[in-house]
């Protein structure tokens, strides 16, 4: 089905998508032709030495396995490109890898069903994020500095050109247009994310000055959650990015000024 859905698309690149020790998504692509129906059980080899947390030099063989539920077209490439999320595998035991975190979240899910607890366990994840106009920061033996800046902040009430309408600390919650400028780039990111099969409940500026943000996804079921809150980082980034903007999920970019959590309704 995934391959069908590939060649309906019209995709000629698979990006195989998997998640590493600590948490981020990594990927490596291939042409279309070489996806086969053997790839969902035989994998594609990758050198598990060179992330971080996974295996030593001398085993560092491993499969990526695609799992062919997942497949969606990416929203950001410029060729059509069907992104397939995976599952990491030893290749001599054919074993899932335990360090793979869509595994351990698996497992949970096992582990629910056979206490007799429950049969589904429904996570609704509420990430908050900010996005920036500009970040740099930089670390020398004589020097270091971080400065992040956004239109919206309200340290630049006084800047030449203003037109004021700046969020003032802690007062970024629910105002309209023209002090939330951002409520077009944040549609943007809800259509990319109904495109991959994410049903957004609500989309509003948060809290904090300098562009906090908050879009929220309907609840899911344990692992297609998390699938999920990978494609809605990635997408909140690269369409901050495609606007010339830059998206954070740092729990505390700015002093003195509401963080982003992200709290999980279970």
Same mark, same amino acid.
């Given at each position: 089905?995934?391959?069908?859905?590939?060649? #309906?698309?019209?995709?000629?690149? @698979?990006?195989?998508?998997?998640?590493?020790? $600590?948490?981020?998504?990594?990927?490596?692509?291939?042409?279309?032709?070489? $996806?086969?129906? %053997? !790839?969902?059980? *035989?994998?594609?080899?990758?050198? +598990? %030495?060179? $992330?971080?947390?996974?295996?030593?030099? /001398?085993? %560092?063989?491993?499969?990526?396995?695609?799992?062919?539920?997942?497949?969606?077209? *990416?929203?950001?490439?410029?060729?059509?490109?069907?992104?397939?999320?995976?599952?990491?595998?030893?290749?001599? &035991?054919?074993?899932?890898?335990?360090?793979?975190?869509?595994?351990?979240?698996?497992?949970?899910?096992?582990?629910?069903?056979?206490? +007799?607890?429950?049969?589904?366990?429904?996570?609704?994840?509420?990430?908050?994020?900010? @996005?920036?106009? &500009?970040?740099?920061?930089?670390?020398?033996?004589?020097?270091?500095?971080?400065?992040?800046?956004?239109?919206?902040? /309200?340290?630049? !009430? +006084?800047?030449?050109?203003?037109?004021?309408? #700046?969020?003032?600390?802690?007062?970024?919650?629910?105002?309209?247009?023209?002090?939330?400028?951002?409520?077009?780039?944040?549609?943007?990111?809800?259509?990319?994310?109904?495109?991959?099969?994410?049903?957004?409940?609500? !989309?509003?500026?948060?809290?904090?000055?300098?562009?906090?943000?908050?879009?929220?996804? #309907?609840?899911?079921?344990?692992?297609?959650?998390?699938?999920? $809150?990978?494609?809605? #980082?990635?997408?909140?980034?690269?369409?901050?990015?495609?606007?010339?903007?830059?998206?954070?999920?740092?729990?505390?970019?700015?002093?003195?000024?509401?963080? &982003?959590?992200? /709290?999980? /309704?279970?």
């Amino acid at each position: 089905e995934a391959i069908e859905f590939a060649k #309906k698309n019209g995709a000629v690149m @698979v990006d195989l998508k998997f998640v590493d020790f $600590l948490g981020t998504w990594q990927h490596t692509s291939v042409p279309l032709h070489r $996806l086969e129906e %053997s !790839s969902f059980e *035989d994998g594609f080899g990758f050198d +598990g %030495s060179s $992330l971080r947390g996974f295996m030593p030099i /001398h085993a %560092s063989d491993m499969l990526i396995v695609p799992d062919a539920t997942t497949a969606q077209m *990416d929203p950001f490439m410029a060729q059509p490109t069907v992104s397939l999320i995976c599952n990491i595998y030893d290749p001599i &035991s054919r074993q899932n890898y335990n360090r793979d975190p869509r595994y351990i979240a698996k497992k949970a899910e096992a582990y629910l069903k056979q206490t +007799g607890i429950g049969d589904t366990c429904y996570c609704g994840p509420e990430a908050e994020f900010f @996005v920036f106009d &500009s970040v740099r920061y930089d670390v020398k033996g004589h020097e270091s500095y971080y400065f992040i800046d956004s239109e919206e902040g /309200h340290w630049n !009430s +006084g800047k030449e050109g203003s037109k004021g309408y #700046k969020v003032r600390p802690k007062e970024g919650y629910f105002p309209v247009s023209p002090i939330d400028t951002l409520m077009d780039l944040r549609t943007q990111m809800c259509m990319h994310m109904e495109k991959v099969g994410i049903e957004i409940e609500t !989309s509003h500026h948060e809290v904090a000055t300098a562009g906090q943000c908050e879009i929220d996804m #309907k609840f899911d079921s344990l692992v297609r959650m998390a699938d999920k $809150l990978m494609w809605f #980082k990635y997408i909140v980034r690269n369409t901050a990015k495609h606007a010339g903007k830059v998206a954070t999920f740092m729990p505390k970019p700015i002093f003195g000024d509401n963080g &982003s959590g992200m /709290h999980v /309704h279970q």
